[in-house]
């Protein structure tokens, strides 16, 4: 199926760990890590990188701007 | 393709702004203070007015917003942001102004610089953050509050009346939630009132149109005040975790104190 296939990248140590990208992630690509960063918070990370699709949609909930997104076209 | 293949710089698409510094916020984990910001810059570096952009920085919680943006700043004493805008537009008029502040900033202590910048029409851009509640000094009732919120200062609910019969028996009778966007609409001052939130992605975008039409205001030499409220969370003094947070933001707050543009272009909007 042509279409969009994206991936994001966390800076694990500045993400505090809120969880407001995941519940807003369409493709329920996100998840929070089991490990902590440098300051005890559960940061975020692809739980599932085959579904994004490079919406950004977390990139612009993120409160703190850790998510880059990046997208290429199939 | 696999995750490594996709993260290279030319397949960017979305990144925090350029004029946003390295420095961590210091807000709580899923403050709307941080997305906020986060706007104010991307619109900032869109108009391209990083060079001649002013900000006035309130007593509060973004009481360092400063440290954040990479534009000027100037921290205001409590309450009087607008004040301090009015006098650096009036000596630089060429110059972006913003004012950025809270609730118990700019709806308590600030009112009366709130009404009479407004009342004056200055040239100015507003940002009024409000969580209906004080953050930084740990929960108390603000005038926004809404009723029968449990705060630090009102612990069993904020009752506007006295219960009948109770005359004044020491129950203290805590007023109505305090509406200070629709107040100021109706002064002839203002050209661009609007209320905003940034819960979820499509209200962020919104937000940040709304934002950025109050800048492109100003910069068109339109004279009136552009007040842009955006109604946020407050997690830690709400007791709630950041996702239950604005779950409980659309269900209590929002029916509160609805969104949408109130005046376009000196003009009430008609619902």
Redesign the interface.
Known sequence: MAGF???V?VDTE?C?????C???CPMQVLGLAKEVNGKG?NYAY?AE?DKCI?C??C??????????????K? | ?T?E????PE???????KL?TSK??H?????????IH?IIAEVIEELGIDEKTIGVSPVGCSVMAYDYFDVDFIEAAHGRATACATGIKRVWPDKVVFSYQGDGDLAAIGTCETIHTCNRGENITMIFVNNGIYGMTGGQMAPTTLEGMKTATTPYGRKATLPAGAGFDGIPNNGYPLHITELIAHLPGTKYVTRQA????AH??KAKAAIKKAFENQINGKSGVNFVEIVSNCNSNWKM???KA?QWLVENMLPEYPLGDIKVDGKIVEK
């Open positions: 296939k994206g991936a990248s500045r505090k760990g809120c969880g407001v995941v519940v807003n918070y692809m990188p490079g950004a949609s990139g612009i909930v993120c409160p703190d701007g850790v998510i880059s997104v990046y997208k290429v199939l | 393709m995750v293949d996709i993260i290279k397949n960017l698409v979305y990144e925090k702004s946003l961590p916020f807000y709580c984990p899923g403050c709307g203070h941080g997305t986060r940034v819960y979820d992605p962020v975008r975790d950041p996702v604005n």
